[in-house]
């Protein structure tokens, strides 16, 4: 997929969403990877595939999406 075709909303690509699918998903094995990141990351390659919890970036394309302020309100709730 090319950055022009992902909406992120003004974010950097989120290793650590809580959306990314896990490095061995559609694999044969649990041991076989199949999704590996392609550049590093100050350096690293970045582990995926976390589904514990929301990531800053969840949170922070979350709160542009529906305009919330982070005071609890939010705006634009029906638009997506």
Sequence with gaps: ???EEVESL???YDFDSIMHYAKNTFSRGIFLD???PK???N???P???QRTRLSVGDIAQARKLYQ???NGI???LFLY
């Design 1 to 3: 997929m090319e950055p």
């Design 10 to 12: 003004g974010e950097t």
């Design 34 to 36: 199949t999704i590996l």
């Design 39 to 41: 550049y590093e990351v």
């Design 43 to 45: 350096g690293v390659k």
């Design 47 to 49: 582990s995926i595939g």
């Design 68 to 70: 919330c302020t982070g």
């Design 74 to 76: 939010c705006h634009n």
